[in-house]
């Protein structure tokens, strides 16, 4: 339901406005952390200490495997930028109010589908049901959002959209293309397949749709939105940017075309140009702004940037030589652990207080110790896996299980720093 605005915005409208988005990106928020948390980064210990057990990655049920990856990226990474998505609606010039009624709509139907993915996928229980029921009201309540964030467009647009607003539309649009896609194989599945897991290449498939379609993007256009404010780096090079997007698009038909060199040599050259056209590894060219966050803030920005050409890298590699999914999995966990949740993490810590109720973050020594934890645990093992899992170094078996802990106790701090702020009143009224 948005209404127009009568006689102007009026400063009660407005601050009733911020009020409702803040509460409902706070929604998003918490309820992607329990998704981040239980269903996600406890369901991927769980499955890492299964595989170290039995040695190998053919013991472990495909429907959990894909059960984690869903709740990390729908779950806990698609929660966040639905919430934030919505909270930016506030911020644009619009003459609508805040689409309350369909975000509260949007937040519910979101949370149980994949609340219901989940389930269905983890016990098995009526999952014919269950995977295509969750699939569509993902879909639906990724509707609600979209026709909101229509709506919403500036009457008069500028001459020109800016890139970053370029970027995060298109992968706006890719998150729609990737729910339709996704509804259509959960439906297929229930009504040919024999479990609730999607066929080995089909998964792998959209897994690289939803990370390098949504995620990457995503992240790209908000770096180049926020950056230069946040760290103080250069401005970014649109049509570079752009070029990268464009890269990553023929990275993803690559892999649908089954053409892995071809989309190994694309990523590759799509994170090499948005490290160049982001300026993220030359020195900022004015002074960070650190108040409220821990003064690394802008080392970790550029470390999520190195694991990203790292697990390009590691693609190429794992073309070449995987044998028993070690290298592909070091890879992907680079891409997700490394660069997506990395970002999230030192992002994330900046922004979300704010964003819910301004507020200021609880511990800035928390924020320093999840990210360190994170990325030491994330190196461990993306060295490991490959060892251990094509049979390089029989000892890594028995290390792997620690990098995992040692990236639980790093979600465990995060979502510990969020929630103490959360917690916390906001700045004002204190
Ligand atoms: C934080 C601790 C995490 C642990 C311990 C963990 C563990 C695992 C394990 C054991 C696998 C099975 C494949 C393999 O052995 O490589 C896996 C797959 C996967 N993980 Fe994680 N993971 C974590 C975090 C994340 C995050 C943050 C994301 C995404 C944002 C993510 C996304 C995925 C995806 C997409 C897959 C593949 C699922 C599929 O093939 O359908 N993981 N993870």
């Not at 966050?293 to 030589?321: D, K, N, Q």
């Amino acid at each position: 339901m948005t209404l127009p605005v009568q006689q102007g915005n009026s400063d009660a409208t407005r601050i009733a406005m911020e009020q409702h988005s803040q509460r409902l990106v706070t929604a998003f928020i918490v309820s992607g952390m329990l998704f981040m948390l239980l269903p996600g980064t406890f369901l991927g210990v769980w499955n890492l200490i299964g595989i170290s057990q039995q040695r190998t990655l053919n013991s472990l049920s495909p429907a959990w495997l894909q059960a984690h990856g869903q709740a990390q990226i729908f779950g806990w990474i698609g929660s966040f930028i639905l919430g934030i998505g919505f909270y930016s609606l506030t911020k644009m010039q619009s003459t609508l109010r805040f689409p309350v009624r369909a975000g509260w709509t949007s937040w519910a139907l979101w949370t149980l589908g994949i609340a219901l993915r989940w389930i269905g996928g983890v016990t098995g229980w009526q999952w014919k049901i269950l995977l295509p029921l969750s699939g569509l009201l993902e879909l639906v309540a990724f509707l609600f959002f979209f026709h909101s964030v229509r709506r919403h467009r500036p009457e008069q647009p500028a001459q020109r959209a800016e890139t970053w607003m370029v970027v995060v539309m298109a992968a706006t649009t890719a998150f729609l293309v990737a729910l339709i896609v996704n509804v259509i194989a959960l439906a297929h599945l229930a009504l040919y397949g024999t479990s609730p897991a999607l066929p080995h290449v089909l998964d792998q498939q959209l897994v690289v749709l939803f990370v390098w379609g949504i995620l990457v993007p995503t992240i790209w256009g908000f770096n180049a939105r926020w950056l230069p404010v946040f760290a103080g780096f250069r401005k970014p090079n649109g049509n570079r940017l752009l070029l990268a997007y464009g890269c990553s698009l023929a990275g993803i038909a690559a892999v649908f075309a089954q053409w892995l060199p071809i989309a190994a040599v694309a990523f590759l050259f799509a994170s090499l140009l948005a490290v160049d056209a982001l300026h993220v590894w030359e020195p900022a060219v004015q002074p960070a702004k650190l108040l409220h966050v821990h003064a690394s803030f802008p080392i970790f920005i550029r470390i999520t940037y190195i694991w990203l050409v790292v697990s390009c890298v590691l693609t190429g590699a794992a073309v070449l030589y995987d044998r028993a999914g070690g290298i592909w999995g070091a890879s992907r966990h680079a891409l997700t652990v490394g660069f997506v949740a990395g970002m999230v993490f030192v992002i994330g810590q900046r922004i979300l207080p704010a964003f819910c109720g301004m507020r200021v973050l609880w511990s800035t020594r928390l924020m320093l110790w999840s990210l360190l934890l994170l990325h030491v645990g994330c190196a461990l093992r993306v060295a490991l896996e490959p060892l251990a899992y094509e049979g390089y170094w029989n000892f890594a078996w028995k290390l792997l299980p620690f990098s995992a802990f040692v990236e639980l106790t790093a979600v465990i701090l995060f979502a510990l720093n969020i929630a103490g702020t959360l917690l916390r009143p906001p700045a004002h009224l204190r």
